[in-house]
């Protein structure tokens, strides 16, 4: 994934996810608060609604009573006459005990004795015997509203006997204007009633939306249609969102009215009681549009002026990987990018000098190695010019010494003293030059040899070379001191070579002293192991310690001590050969200290 | 006990010098009696396989050879590989007697079946003593298949 691309989407989520979490929470609190709103509005209609039937049958239940009670015809005439104004009323009309009407008083339109002959109403008539009763909501004609009440109440005489019964026809038309004001109900909100007769609710008022149905619609109890008039019509009291009897989401409460076994509901269609949270929904949608969109391009363009930088010094540094040390970023922004540019642009320029020194450090390499090259075939050619030189020189001395031993053996009554000791002279120099050659043989030799070293207890060689040269010691005392020799891998025969020569050095130099002490030791430094050997011997002087390993280097004459000068060397090319050191430090007169070593 | 014309010692030796003193140190000990001195490798092949120079000659091997390395015409290594590689010479003890002291001689000539490997050293009288004791200890000491 580029940069650019990862920006993008950061810098989105950085703003976006805190404007969605907002944004929800404000909606979900809104939401509630409306449906809060909405259901409390529900709730208080259902109650006022409710409030107000019982009010009105109260006064109705009240008024019949006073009907019941009254004496004399002209009072229930004036009665009838302001109730007929205040609340249509049809009639009323007292029947006694017979069943025979002994009073009527009907509106202009009315005619009672058809009320009197319904079956219905003989019914109304035999329960208002016991106590004020309410009919139910029939259908008239002749009523205003198309639908009336009938109210009946019994009729006592002075001993507390039942002598009649009266009954009063209300028009439901108040009823109905109470019940249909859609006042705070919007487009879609209606109360309405109903009542339960068997396993139905028959809603008993015109419905806002299905006003020609009255007493003829009904919804069955169970059933998901018209749910919040089940629940009154059974007696209880409540709210929530249901379907309506058109099927419809509604927001509703509920209430049952026990004297008129009625139940009430107030409802409003739920797309409209929402419509505002609809509306808030559409409107944080396009502010989360709007929003999405300008950050969009806030990071599309945040991006570029990132990436865009970082692209161009990704492009140089390829162009200049690619082997275009000349090739330059150049920016002259202010912000760290451009500082990275500048500062590799530095490093292009570092680089580029850099290369052109490492490439003047291979020539010199390349050279060297040719130089090195040509030193070791040098070397090895000068190996074996001494080695057949060497070789070669032998078989003349042979002779040499051969010859004159012969000439000496045949000869030797011939010569003088003089002669004789002249001879012995040519003789000894034929014998240190068997010496010489044979040394300088020993350490081309040495040369060319590979060395297989493995892990050897240094000390027996010791042991082993101390006891063959003391055997070829007689009459010389001498100290040998042995302390601590640590292990090395190292090739057995050369070591052993280097222990001779030391210690033949030592001996020899050594030998003017009556108490000769050879001290030989050695410790771990480290990665390596430092061996020494000391010697109370004539010493030398440090000025010439560097000359001590050279060959043919010799501190001494030849008259004082003997040697060819060679033996340090050999002991030299062994150690260096096992990749260690070797040095000396003495005084004249004082002794005498060598010291090399072998990594561990 | 020996025939008179029973070679005793074939010294194949290309340095007169060197191998006058070697003669002269077996003669002390008497044991150059039976010596025949060839001076390259090419003459000690026909001496001993009886062929250019020396065809016709009886069939008559010597108990040992002293034999150099460094040697004209046919290499010293070249002899002793002939010799080792012929079934009626095989047997006979050949000791290399050279001023060589390379590692890679020694190696080669054991390779090659020598007998004895041994150096020249530079001082007459070591030279002599050596000389001696080698004709000593193969002519005298050591025992070789019979003939």
Not at chain 1, 103 to 124: A, F, G, M, Q, T
Not at chain 1, 221 to 246: H, L, M, W
Request: charged fraction near 25%; hydrophobic fraction near 40%.
């Amino acid at each position: 994934m580029s940069i650019r691309l990862k920006l993008i989407i950061i810098f989105l989520a950085i703003a976006l996810i805190p404007i969605i979490f907002v944004s929800m929470i404000t909606f979900h609190n809104y939401t509630n608060s409306i449906e809060d709103t909405r259901f409390s509005q529900m709730r208080y209609l259902t109650v006022i609604k409710a409030e107000r039937i019982e009010a009105y049958f109260n006064n109705l239940k009240a008024d019949i009573e006073i009907a019941a009670n009254s004496k004399g015809t002209e009072f229930l005439d004036n009665l009838f006459k302001q109730l007929e104004s205040s609340i249509n009323l049809n009639a009323i009309m007292i029947i006694d005990k017979k069943g025979k009407i002994t009073y009527e008083k009907n509106s202009h339109s009315h005619r009672i004795d058809l009320l009197v002959s319904e079956e219905i109403h003989k019914k109304e008539l035999e329960a208002g015997k016991k106590g004020v009763h309410f009919s139910d909501i029939y259908s008239d004609n002749n009523s205003t509203s198309g639908f009336s009440m009938m109210i009946t109440a019994p009729i006592l005489d002075s001993r507390k006997v039942l002598s009649g019964v009266v009954a009063f026809e209300v028009d439901m038309a108040p009823i109905y204007k109470l019940i249909q004001d859609v006042t705070g109900l919007g487009e879609t909100g209606e109360t309405l009633i109903g009542k339960k007769f068997g396993n139905e609710v028959i809603y008993l008022n015109p419905l806002r939306n299905d006003p020609q149905t009255t007493l003829k619609k009904r919804v069955t109890i169970g059933g998901s249609v018209g749910r919040p008039i089940q629940e009154a019509s059974t007696g209880k009291k409540g709210f929530g969102e249901y379907f309506d009897y058109r099927g419809v989401k509604v927001i509703a409460a509920w209430q049952y009215i026990p004297s008129l076994d009625w139940g009430v509901v107030a409802k409003i269609d739920y797309r409209e009681a929402f419509a505002d949270i609809e509306n808030l929904k559409k409107l944080v949608i396009l502010i989360l549009c709007i929003v999405i969109f300008l950050s969009g391009i806030m990071a599309i363009s945040l991006a570029q002026s990132v990436s865009a930088p970082i692209k161009k010094l990704t492009e140089g540094a390829e162009i200049i990987g690619s082997g275009n040390l000349d090739y330059k970023v150049g920016t002259c922004m202010k912000d760290e990018i451009g500082t990275l540019s500048r500062s590799f642009d530095k490093m292009t320029g570092d680089l580029k000098k850099i290369t052109a020194s490492r490439d003047e450090l291979d020539t010199e390499i390349t050279e060297r190695k040719k130089a090195e090259e040509e030193l070791k075939a040098l070397n090895k050619e000068l190996e074996a010019f001494t080695y057949s030189v060497s070789h070669d020189l032998r078989s003349p001395l042979r002779a040499i010494d051969g010859f004159s031993k012969i000439l000496m053996e045949e000869y030797n009554d011939k010569l003088n003293d003089e002669g004789r000791r002249q001879f012995n002279i040519i003789s000894a120099n034929i014998k240190r030059m068997g010496e010489l050659i044979d040394d300088l043989l020993e350490l081309s030799r040495l040369g060319r040899k590979e060395i297989t070293c493995s892990s050897i207890n240094l000390k027996d060689i010791l042991f082993s070379v101390i006891n063959e040269l003391k055997s070829n010691i007689i009459k010389r005392n001498i100290d040998f001191q042995i302390k601590e020799i640590p292990e090395a891998a190292v090739d057995r025969v050369l070591i052993k070579q280097v222990f001779i020569n030391l210690l033949t050095n030592a001996l020899k130099f050594t030998s003017h002293k009556n108490n000769a002490i050879i001290e030989i030791g050695g410790n771990v430094e480290g990665n390596k192991a430092i061996y020494y050997i000391k010697d109370n011997g004539v010493g030398f002087d440090m000025q010439y310690a560097h000359k001590l390993f050279g060959i043919f280097q010799r501190l001494h004459g030849q008259e004082e001590f003997e040697g060819t000068g060679i033996g340090l060397a050999i002991v030299k090319r062994i150690i260096n050969k096992h990749g260690g050191e070797v040095w000396a430090q003495g005084k004249v007169n004082e002794g005498a200290t060598f010291y090399f070593s072998l990594p561990k | 006990m020996t025939s008179l014309n029973e070679i005793e010692i074939l010294l194949v030796e290309d340095n007169p010098n060197d191998a006058e003193l070697a003669i002269r140190s077996l003669k002390k000990q008497n044991l150059a009696n039976n010596l025949v001195w060839l001076k390259d490798g090419a003459e000690a092949l026909d001496f001993l396989f009886s062929q250019g120079n020396y065809a016709g000659r009886v069939d008559n091997k010597p108990k040992i050879i002293l034999l150099d390395l460094r040697l004209p015409k046919v290499d010293g290594l070249e002899v002793l590989k002939k010799i080792k590689s012929d079934e009626k010479t095989k047997t006979i003890p050949v000791i290399v007697l050279t001023s060589s002291n390379q590692d890679r001689d020694i190696v080669e000539s054991y390779k090659l079946g020598v007998n004895s490997y041994v150096s020249k050293p530079v001082e007459f009288d070591e030279f002599a003593k050596m000389v001696s004791q080698l004709g000593l200890y193969w002519l005298v000491v050591n025992k070789t298949p019979g003939v």
